[in-house]
């Protein structure tokens, strides 16, 4: 089983369309976990931490299900601007320094 | 707000031969790390440095790569003798510290082209 899977994709969706992505992690010992955006042939941005209770900000929603080992991302309102490659990131704690791990991403097309 | 630093943007280079890919990570920043992204694939962790020493380096770092950090600013990885199949995106990216609770900045990237 791969570290970090999420759907592949590609989402294509209206403006103003919600959309969630999912992920899902095999290593029970993962610390943290991050949603990254990436546009194309460009570096990964972090987008939001994803804390247990779940957190939120603007119109992006994190939740995180330690139980079931999965990670998801809501984005309402789509806008244009959305348009990217969505990565999921686990960070698993070692002795003394972080591991992470980048899922292959999904892919998300926002269209007029 | 602070940035890592990286170039060149984009490098061409001859199979066999060595590149230095350089970095300047952001200033008060502890954990230093460098990615590769092949086209259309995954960001693909290669190694971690922390305290002038690797922290951790995965199987693709193997021994034709090494990382220096020579001055304290600068923080360089070294491909010794350059594949074909080493094309690809090389992001650098700095952590102010080690916990796990805060994300990376990358930087913008050096495309990697080996003929």
């Known amino acids: 089983r791969k570290e970090v899977e999420q759907d592949p994709g590609p989402f294509n969706v209206p403006e103003g369309a919600t959309v969630a992505f999912n992920c899902t992690y095999s290593?029970?010992?993962?610390?943290?976990f991050f949603w990254y955006r990436q546009d194309c042939r460009k570096e990964p941005k972090l987008l939001m931490s994803?804390?247990?209770s779940g957190n939120e900000d603007g119109r992006f929603t994190a939740q995180l299900n330690r139980a079931s080992q999965y990670i998801s991302l809501l984005i309402r309102d789509s806008k244009l601007s959305d348009s990217a490659t969505y990565l999921c990131?686990?960070?698993?704690?070692?002795?003394?320094?972080?591991?992470?791990?980048f899922g292959p991403g999904t892919s998300l097309s926002v269209i007029p | 707000e602070p940035e890592v630093t990286q170039t060149p943007s984009h490098q061409v280079t001859q199979m066999g031969q060595e590149v230095i890919l350089r970095c300047v990570p952001i200033s008060n920043h502890l954990y230093f790390y460098w990615y590769r992204q092949i086209l259309g694939q995954k960001v693909e962790f290669l190694v971690s440095?922390?305290?002038?020493?690797?922290?951790?380096k995965s199987e693709i770092f193997d021994d034709q790569f090494s990382v220096e950090r020579p001055d304290g600013s600068n923080f360089t990885l070294k491909i010794r003798s350059t594949k074909l199949e080493d094309s690809a995106m090389y992001f650098c990216a700095s952590q102010k510290d080690g916990g796990a609770n805060y994300g990376y900045t990358f930087g913008s990237g050096t495309r990697l082209t080996v003929v």
């Open positions: 440095f922390y305290n002038n020493e690797i922290s951790e």
């Open positions: 994803v804390y247990s």
């Open positions: 990131v686990v960070n698993i704690l070692k002795t003394s320094y972080d591991k992470v791990i």
């Open positions: 290593n029970s010992a993962s610390q943290s």
